[in-house]
Nanobody, 115 residues
């Protein structure tokens, strides 16, 4: 079992920054990929960024150049640095961990970009 806890969301003005954290606990050695997803009201959940156990990263086109995913293995934490935030980035952001046979989700953290 893997437990994921997200934090760092909040209200920010357009152009501002936030850093989200996803702390993993439990049987984390089998995790192959950790990703950040988001879901805005009335929209489907979408991938924002992911990082593999080997450090490979991928980003949605809508966030390339603005968001950065990184990991601190010593702290079992994956970060999502979000810069130049736009109102369309408003959503609940979820952390997802993928093993060979199992998938785990965190509870989500709300990000609101508004003036």
């Amino acid at each position: 079992q893997v437990q994921l806890v997200e934090s760092g969301g909040g209200l920010v003005q357009p152009g501002g920054s936030l850093r989200l954290s996803c702390v993993a606990s439990g049987s984390i050695l089998r995790i192959n990929v950790i990703g950040w997803y988001r879901q805005a009201p009335g929209k489907q959940c979408e991938l924002v960024a992911l990082i593999t156990s080997g450090g490979i990263t991928r980003y949605a086109d809508s966030v390339k150049g603005r968001f950065t995913i990184s990991r601190d293995n010593a702290k079992n934490t994956v970060y999502l640095q979000m810069n130049s935030l736009k109102p369309e980035d408003t959503a609940v952001y979820y952390c997802k961990a993928v093993e060979t046979k199992n998938t785990y989700w965190g509870q989500g953290t709300q990000v609101t970009v508004s003036s």
